[in-house]
Structure formats: structure tokens, C-alpha cells
Nanobody, 122 residues
Framework: QVQLVESGGGLVQAGGSLRLACAAS???????MAWFRQAPGKEREFVAAISGSGRTTYYADSVKGRFIISRGNVKNTVYLQMNSLKPEDTAVYYC????????????????WGQGTQVTVSS
């Protein structure tokens, strides 16, 4: 069974940086991994995704150029480096995994973590 545990969230001022980590248990080294986020009163939205090989990445337009998704040397760890943070980035950030394909829709991912809170103050 695949389990995902996020870490690295916290409170940061606008313009600052945070790095989120997602540690996956189970046979996930070839899985596509992604980050989604959900702000209060809003639907869950796609942030970034990376293929099992690490060669393909997707980003939401709202984070392109500011966030970087990567796989660790131990490939069942995925990171989200978040730079130039804005108050509108405030949300609970969720890690997701899928054995088959990289995608941008939440329904494409079978496994989810519990989430980590990111709060950006103005």
C-alpha cells in the first residue's frame, strides 16, 4: 500500500520561500507524483506534477517560474520548492501519486497525503 506524508509547510512572509517534501512508502519510484492545493472555500487545484522518470514536469500557470517540482536522489521523495510566495498561495498543499500517468487532474491520482498548511502573510 502506498502512503504519502507531506512536510515543510509553515508561515512565511510574501516574497519568501518554502520547500515542501513528500515522502512515499511502497513501490513508488516509477510513479507520477504531483502537488495540489486547496484554499478555504475553494476547490482543490493542480500545482505541479513530475513523471516517474523525472524528465517531464507540468506546472499551473499561476506558479510557473516560481515553483519547482523535483524528485530526490531517493526517488520516492518529491519536493516542491516555492519561491516568491504570494498571499494567494496560502492553502493546504497535498501530495498525490499515480502508478500510470502524469496528469493535472485530481481524479487521475489514486493516492493522497494528508496535506500540509502553507500560509503566506502580506
Amino acid at each position: 500500500q502506498v502512503q504519502l506524508v507531506e512536510s515543510g509547510g509553515g508561515l512565511v512572509q510574501a516574497g519568501g520561500s518554502l520547500r515542501l517534501a513528500c515522502a512515499a512508502s511502497g513501490r513508488t519510484t516509477t510513479y507520477a507524483m504531483a502537488w495540489f492545493r486547496q484554499a478555504p472555500g475553494k476547490e482543490r487545484e493542480f500545482v505541479a506534477a513530475i513523471s516517474g522518470s523525472g524528465r517531464t514536469t507540468y506546472y499551473a500557470d499561476s506558479v510557473k517560474g516560481r515553483f519547482i517540482i523535483s524528485r530526490g536522489n531517493v526517488k520516492n521523495t518529491v519536493y516542491l520548492q516555492m519561491n516568491s510566495l504570494k498571499p494567494e498561495d496560502t492553502a493546504v498543499y497535498y501530495c498525490a501519486a499515480d502508478a500510470l500517468n502524469i496528469g493535472t487532474m485530481s481524479r487521475e491520482y489514486d493516492y493522497w497525503g494528508q496535506g500540509t498548511q502553507v500560509t503566506v502573510s502580506s
